[in-house]
T-cell receptor
Framework: IAGITQAPTSQILAAGRRMTLRCTQD?????MYWYRQDLGLGLRLIHY???????GKGEVPDGYSVSRANTDDFPLTLASAVPSQTSVYFC??????????FGPGTRLTVL | QKEVEQNSGPLSVPEGAIASLNCTYS??????FFWYRQYSGKSPELIMS????GDKEDGRFTAQLNKASQYVSLLIRDSQPSDSATYLC???????????????FGRGTQLTVWP
């Protein structure tokens, strides 16, 4: 079934640990995005990628990094997790001209 | 900072009624507009998109856009309990230096349809 997969589904992480959230899409979309969703704050863009090999910063990029080695994968890395990064993380993709499709999300808790 | 404001809610309507969800946006460069529905614990799913001023109907859903007033709305006719969810308004703005765009999301309006 075509779509976006994210892993892990949920994770509890000690502060200071490194963590990579995985995102893979099979729709051959050029654009991919990472959002975080916090209660009362809505969805906020962390990083995006227009195409393989390029990335850009969204509105809340600090503490996060991304890479885009190929079209399908767009991992998000927390180099040293902090409790304020506790959130639900959504990966999304689009063909650039229209709709964004969202993955199922990763629920991350940093203690 | 681009602002997207939605009626704060929660909004509660009886089954069969019309639910009206409103959204205003600050960026006049917004090109297109999307409404997403998000059930609790799930990811957002697209229900409507609108690109031009006026109304667009899809089944029980009607999106309305007024770019001069920077206003977009979603009407849900014959509301059903299964419509109970959070509805997110998302204007699309072109990324600087790119032909691609990004969405700016409102905080959402929680809708409850009671039987």
């Amino acid at each position: 079934i075509a779509g976006i997969t994210q892993a892990p589904t949920s994770q509890i992480l000690a502060a200071g640990r490194r963590m990579t959230l995985r995102c893979t899409q099979d729709m051959r979309h050029n654009a991919m995005y990472w959002y975080r969703q916090d209660l009362g704050l809505g969805l906020r863009l962390i990083h995006y990628s227009n195409t393989a090999g390029t990335t850009g910063k969204g509105e809340v990029p600090d503490g996060y990094s991304v890479s885009r080695a190929n079209t399908d994968d767009f991992p998000l890395t927390l180099a040293s997790a902090v409790p304020s990064q506790t959130s639900v993380y959504f990966c999304a993709s689009s063909d650039g001209a229209s709709t964004q499709y969202f993955g199922p999300g990763t629920r991350l808790t940093v203690l | 900072q681009k602002e997207v404001e939605q009626n704060s809610g929660p909004l509660s309507v009886p089954e069969g009624a019309i639910a009206s969800l409103n959204c205003t946006y600050s960026d006049r460069g917004s090109q297109s507009f999307f409404w997403y529905r998000q059930y609790s614990g799930k990811s957002p799913e697209l229900i409507m998109s609108i690109y031009s001023n006026g109304d667009k109907e899809d089944g029980r859903f009607t999106a309305q856009l007024n770019k001069a007033s920077q206003y977009v709305s979603l009407l849900i006719r014959d509301s059903q309990p299964s419509d109970s969810a959070t509805y997110l308004c998302a204007p699309r703005v072109r990324l600087r230096g790119s032909t691609l765009g990004r969405l700016y999301f409102g905080r959402g309006t929680q809708l409850t349809v009671w039987p």
